[in-house]
C-alpha cells in the first residue's frame, strides 16, 4: 500500500473536530497535529482513498470550515 500525506492549515478552533470527523471515516485517513499553535495538520492516508479524502475535504469547506493547503519549501 502507497501511503501519501497531506498538509493544511486550518482555524485552532476546528482541529479537534477535524480530527474526529477524519478519524469517524474509518480507513480513509488518520490525522497528526504538526503545529498547534499554526493549526497545522497532516493527513496521511492509502493512495486508494485520495478520492474519497477530496470529497470529505470538499464538503467541510462548503460547510465554512478553513482548510488551506500547505506546502513547506525545502532548502536544496
Known amino acids: ?3 501519501k500525506t497531506k498538509r493544511y492549515i486550518t482555524e485552532r478552533k476546528h482541529m479537534k ?3 474526529d470527523i477524519f478519524e469517524s471515516y474509518e480507513d480513509v485517513c488518520m ?8 493549526g497545522l495538520i497532516e493527513l496521511i492516508y492509502p493512495a486508494s482513498q485520495e ?6 475535504i470538499k464538503d ?17
Open 51 to 56: 478520492e474519497e479524502l477530496e470529497r470529505i
Open 31 to 38: 490525522v497528526s497535529v504538526i503545529d498547534e499553535v499554526r
Open 60 to 76: 467541510l469547506r462548503a460547510s465554512g470550515i478553513t482548510l488551506l493547503s500547505f506546502k513547506e519549501e525545502k532548502d536544496d
Open 17 to 19: 473536530y477535524l480530527k
Open 1 to 3: 500500500m502507497i501511503e
